[in-house]
């Protein structure tokens, strides 16, 4: 009788034996590496329905942070400007740019401009960003130097670990409360101990139970 | 072990559980409900199941070879123009007010990005003091309510869509043609007016057209205390009680803590005499007599079992009584008790009213005789004439004019008119809410009858025109309380489905013009006050939610009692034969808020039954005619029978069947299937006034209906088996002031062990917060009203279950009130008990979790991280106190029980609008439990740490069910500051922990029930 396999298939449990360990060692990499906010989320860009530029209003013409999220001193939300915001200084400048043609739609109708969320956290985790402006967390410290951005991407991951590594840790990310929307400020050129600052009526101390964030 | 023998009081949650003895085949007792751990039946058969797999898998490989492992994009869609004071994701506050059957609560309205999501007790309105009803914590969710009606519809059973414009014509036209008849022909039915805003416009009715007749049709009003008021005080004349410096309050039939008009009010107020430090402190005392047991009779002190046709003699026996202790008569009701007829009660009866005599008239000036709205109105003349003699008037009972509202006939007179040709129905349901032997619904379906309710309900289909009216969160309204105080309402969000107010359109059929609710409400007032009224005080009223500075002139009434004799004789009939008793649900009242899945699943205070309504029959009558908890009764009353199944009630006087009302509805995917329709059997009495008992007769009509109750699940103790006696578990703890007095630390000798005993197997996690939260539940003040429940539910975004998942014992509160019996298995007393998570500082849950999902927050808490949870559900295996509840199936997503929301994606859209974004929302397969509100105590801290403080002051995290508690019972704070209120109340020695002996520590604990009995009754 003809065998049915022919001989080299002899071959094939060792093949696998070898080659197993690296397949499962592959996927763990891939997972590791492809499924990590690091790697899915970071450098997020989506395309904006208006081609905004934080280079050129935060960065060249120096608008503070503040003045378009005015509410991140005091809610949960650095909410994105009403159109009315826009249209303080373009009802003066740039009044005919083809570019602000959504913009000017907006203000007319008054439907809401399609803006894409760029920083996207799961439903079931509540960030809380007056805590962390109180607390002395710099806007750069999460959201990079948007100053420097002409389209804003995500350049942290905000994953749980990350933000565990500056909660059990948090002076390296801590400034005066007067530098936070400051995107030059740096840790380094700037020696500072938040715990001789007169100015912080309390020093931080970033919860790490679970209901700090999840409820 | 300690020999608790003398605080063996013997527990027992229904009959099944006292009579419970050894199990053979659960070696014991049975800790959950037969079914608990079987699957709901679905039609998934194997082959489908694989199918689902394999798509499932499928759809996972095609979304990771398309590399969408991030997150689907999202937008932000700002405002164009951000309206002023509006910080998006920060709620805003709304003072409004709400109303039901007369009792007005403010109310303050939490709108997150203009939805309004939460109901909150308003502190500055006089009525609920900052307190809300069950039903005013429910009223949110009918808002979001997919039933309601969306567009007009015009043609009765098969009615067809109609735009707005043609339907406001078409009322237009319908009105004006009745003009030149003045008005003949016409016929309002309206719920008790209690808007001066309406009231106006009836008068502008009445000038317009003034032979159109107005009729009033409210289950839920106080008519026969209305009527009685009268009786004594001329029209006009108005009585309510102040019970917040009472001594001795006599409930006669007036479940004053629960279901009668201004129920928040009196609750709060009552409570407050009962709140007791120190031995010595003052406490008043409750009598209560009923046919039923009430959330008023499981606070009594004194309580005794009666047909309520027997309720008027006691009344009148009293009066004797009185009279016999010398009691000062006032002039005009002197040598009217001579005329009154005499009584003859049992021995034990004639007991009680001499010691409640002697009481009443040792604490005169400081006692209230409140008189229940099922009483006919001789009864409640009677006690307006024993509250006068008794000193109380300007106290315990108050009395005022009111001037403005129009008189109304009873809807019993429609029944009879001949001379109605069309009838408006003004958020009134005639075809259902009336005795149905006045023969309503035919009678309307005959007529050219405009319906303007939320529903289409049974009116609604029989309609000419059914017109869908905005809810009163969406529209300017007003309302005036018993004692005068008047609240604008406010519109939280443009009507959702472009209705037109009620108060809009009873403009356009008293003025001819349509104008909007602001001008009508606001213009109004300016018309009525002339020069005291400017926008400066318009706005000040509506931001406070109560209209002020208005000079009312306190008339009062003369009062005369010349005719309570004849009333007396008219009015009396013996209390003989079987009773049937009908009252208010304590859950869906008169049936209006039957379309309310939260209040359908809410089990009731007494009985808990969930999703029914049922005949309670006392276990003596039970056995007499054969039946058991859900065997199938034929009532009948006056010729007319109901089948309805029996449930044996604790506490139920013998020969009477209470029967409660709003149920065996017909219509909405919630109301139409629970309960059985009590108005089949209601009758209509004198007057038109509703007669709520009458002599009936009932048998055993064969078969069975399943009535689901939680009173046997998730209970803390063991059932005290026959063979295996053990001493009882101290759970409700409840002593007498006397006993009290002589022991004080009663409650540490409830604990089974030595506190030296105690030992933990491990060390409990480190408590390092600054705060450490804690709540203490004040049993002597709760009533088991249920408010917190609701509070609790749409704080915390809980999800219904329906009826076959709750008999399964899977509903889904977070916070339960457990009923205790004590006692003689017929005439029992009852403690109630609210039982939520306990945040035990060494909790058993915490340690057999694999995933360490459920964790110790270094404040107290109990952290439940839901994305951690992989339902192994140990957890809740290993709770003492039964408080987990697992999410069997994706409740969340189901719109009403039984419907997927993708079956109906509008109303799928229209619930979602309820819930609350602070809260996560759970999806099927994750445990959950309270988290003690974790989330206002986060936005407390975050507010107090951005203003540079460490610490939340005391009093600013005030926890959902705190927050609308009537009775103030729950507290809640920080234990580690000896000076806040949770401390001074944990300090009492009334505090206790249940079940101290597992050493749990848990965060809640209880102050021990006290009562306060009469020495000479003991």
């Known amino acids: 009788m003809p065998a049915i396999f022919p001989r080299w298939t002899n071959n094939i449990p060792i093949a696998i034996g070898l080659l197993a360990p690296l397949v499962g060692a592959g996927l763990i990499f891939a997972v590791w590496y492809w499924f990590s906010p690091k790697y899915t989320d970071v450098g997020y860009r989506p395309e904006q329905p208006v081609p905004y530029s934080h280079k050129l209003h935060a960065g060249d013409m120096g608008i503070d942070c503040r003045y378009c999220h005015n509410t991140v001193e005091r809610a949960a939300h650095a909410a994105i400007p009403p159109t009315a915001t826009c249209m303080n200084c373009h009802e003066q400048v740039k009044t005919e740019s083809l570019r602000l043609r959504k913009v000017r739609e907006s203000y007319q109708t008054g439907e809401p401009i399609p803006w894409i969320r760029v920083h996207q956290l799961p439903d079931y985790a509540y960030f809380d960003h007056s805590a962390h402006v109180g607390a002395g967390v710099g806007c750069a410290s999460c959201h990079g130097r948007v100053d420097k951005m002409v389209v804003v991407e995500m350049r942290q991951p905000l994953s749980m670990g990350w933000c565990l590594d500056c909660h059990r840790n948090p002076t390296p990310n801590l400034r005066p409360l007067d530098q936070v929307t400051n995107m030059d400020w740096t840790p380094e050129a700037e020696a500072y101990d938040p715990s001789r600052d007169p100015d912080r009526k309390r020093q931080v101390n970033p919860p790490l139970h679970c209901s700090g964030c999840h409820r | ?1018």
């Open chain 2, 1 to 1018: 072990m300690r020999d608790s023998k003398e605080f063996r009081h013997g527990y027992w949650r229904s009959l099944e559980h006292r009579a419970m003895s050894y199990d053979q085949e659960a070696d014991g007792w049975r800790e959950f409900a037969p079914g608990a751990d079987t699957r709901p039946a679905t039609s998934l058969s194997r082959r489908r199941f694989f199918g689902a797999m394999g798509a499932s898998a499928a759809l996972a490989g095609a979304t990771a070879t398309t590399g969408c492992i991030r997150k689907p994009a999202e937008e932000i869609l700002p405002f164009a123009e951000r309206p002023e004071d509006m910080i998006p994701g920060k709620p805003l506050f709304y003072a409004s007010a709400f109303e039901e059957g007369g009792t007005v609560a403010g109310v303050l309205v939490e709108s997150q990005d203009g939805r309004p999501t939460k109901i909150e007790g308003n502190p500055r309105h006089p009525g609920s003091q900052g307190a809300a009803s069950v039903f005013a914590q429910a009223s949110v969710l009918e808002l979001y309510d997919p039933d309601r009606t969306r567009f007009p519809l015009q043609g009765g059973e098969q009615a067809e869509v109609r735009d707005w414009t043609a339907t406001k014509d078409a009322v237009s036209t319908l009105v004006e043609g009745f003009v030149a008849k003045q008005g003949k022909g016409l016929a309002l039915v309206m719920r008790q007016v209690i808007s001066p805003t309406q009231r106006y416009q009836l008068q502008q009715l009445r000038r317009r057209l003034p032979q159109a007749r107005v009729f009033v049709d409210d289950p839920m009003m106080p008519a026969n205390a209305l009527a009685a008021a009268e009786l004594v005080g001329g029209e006009g004349a108005r009585s309510f009680h102040a019970l917040g410096e009472t001594q001795t309050v006599f409930a006669a039939d007036a479940d004053f803590l629960g279901t009668e008009t201004d129920h928040i009010r009196l609750t709060r107020e009552w409570a407050k005499t009962r709140r007791v430090q120190r031995t010595t402190d003052e406490m008043s005392r409750l009598y209560v007599v009923e046919p039923h047991l009430t959330s008023t009779g499981t606070m009594a002190d004194h309580r005794l079992r009666m047909k309520s046709g027997a309720v008027g003699d006691v009344m009148l026996a009293l009066a004797r009584a009185l009279d016999g202790l010398g009691v000062g008569w006032p002039k005009s009701g002197e040598g009217v008790v001579a005329q009154l007829p005499a009584v003859s009660l049992d021995e034990p009866t004639q007991a009680f009213v001499s010691a409640l005599a002697k009481d009443l008239l040792a604490t005169k000036r400081r006692s209230a005789v409140v008189v229940g709205e099922r009483q006919p109105v001789w009864v409640h003349a009677l006690g307006t004439l024993i509250n006068a003699a008794l000193e109380n008037n300007g106290n315990g009972q108050r009395w005022l004019f009111d001037r403005e509202s129009p008189k109304l006939e009873p809807v019993a007179e429609l029944a009879r008119a001949t001379d109605v040709e069309a009838v408006l129905c003004f958020g009134t349901n005639p075809a259902y809410d009336t005795p149905a032997a006045l023969g309503l619904a035919d009678k309307l379906a005959g007529l050219t009858t405009v319906h303007f309710g939320l529903y289409r309900d049974q009116t609604g289909r029989i309609a000419k025109w059914h017109i869908p009216v905005s809810h009163w969160l969406e529209a300017w309204g007003d309302v005036q309380a018993i004692d005068g105080t008047v609240s604008i309402q406010q519109p939280l969000i443009a009507p959702l489905h472009d209705t037109w107010s009620m108060t809009e359109w009873l403009g356009l059929v008293a003025s001819g013009s349509m104008l909007d609710g602001y001008s009508v409400v606001k213009y109004g007032y300016a018309e009525r006050l002339g020069g005291g009224f400017n926008d400066k005080t318009w706005r000040r009223w509506v931001h406070d939610g109560v209209v002020s500075g208005i000079p009312r002139e306190p008339v009062l009434p003369v009062l005369d009692w010349k005719g309570l004799p004849e009333a007396v004789a008219k009015g009396r009939r013996p209390a003989g034969g079987v009773e049937v008793d009908f009252h208010l649900s304590p859950k869906v009242g008169d049936g209006r808020l039957g379309n309310s899945s939260w209040l359908q699943e809410l089990p009731h205070p007494i009985s808990k039954l969930t999703w029914d309504n049922a005949a309670y029959v006392s276990a003596a009558t039970a056995a007499g005619l054969g039946v058991g908890n859900g065997d199938l009764l034929t009532l009948t009353v006056g010729g007319r029978t109901l089948q309805i199944p029996a449930f044996i009630a604790p506490g139920q006087a013998d020969d009477t069947i209470s029967v409660p009302l709003g149920y065996g509805q017909d219509w909405g995917s919630v109301a139409n299937g629970p309960g059985f329709n009590a108005y089949e059997l209601l009758p209509s009495g004198e007057g038109g006034l509703l007669e709520w008992f009458g002599e009936g007769s009932a048998a055993k009509a064969g078969g069975t209906h399943l009535l689901v109750s939680t009173q046997d699940y998730g209970t803390l103790k063991p059932p005290v088996l026959r063979g295996m006696e053990y001493p009882e578990r101290p759970i409700v703890i409840e002593a007498t002031r006397q006993e009290w007095a002589k022991e004080p630390d009663f409650v540490e000798k409830a604990n089974l062990m030595e506190p030296e005993r105690l030992h933990h197997l491990w060390d409990p996690p480190k408590l390092t917060g600054k705060q450490q939260w804690g709540m203490s539940i004040d049993l002597n003040t709760c009533v088991g009203c249920n408010a917190c429940m609701i509070a609790c539910q749409s704080e915390n975004n809980i999800p219904v279950v329906g009826k076959a998942q709750v008999n399964n014992g899977r509903e889904m509160h977070w916070l339960r009130i457990d009923r205790y019996f004590r006692g003689d298995e017929n005439n029992p007393t009852a403690v109630v008990q609210p039982m939520g998570c306990q945040h035990c500082e060494a909790a058993p849950c915490e340690t057999v979790c694999p995933v360490a999902a459920t964790t110790h927050s270094p404040e107290g808490l109990n952290d439940m991280a839901y994305n951690r949870c992989i339902g192994t559900r140990y957890c809740s295996n290993n709770c003492p106190y039964k408080v987990r509840r697992f999410n069997f199936l994706a409740y969340n997503l189901d719109v009403r029980p039984g419907k997927f929301w993708t079956d109906d994606p509008d109303g799928a859209r229209l619930a979602q609008l309820q819930k609350n974004p602070d809260v996560t929302v759970r999806f099927r397969g994750v445990m959950e439990k309270c988290t003690y509100c974790v989330q206002r105590i986060n936005q407390a801290k975050i507010e107090a740490h951005v203003a540079g403080h460490d610490k939340v002051a005391d009093g600013t995290i005030v926890t959902a069910c705190e927050q609308t508690c009537p009775a103030g019972a729950i507290v809640f704070g920080d234990v580690s500051d000896p000076e806040s209120a949770v401390s001074q109340l944990k300090a009492q020695n009334r505090n206790y922990q249940v079940l101290r002996d597992l050493n749990n520590s848990p965060r809640t604990s209880y102050l021990a029930r006290i009562r306060n009995p009469n020495p000479e009754l003991v």
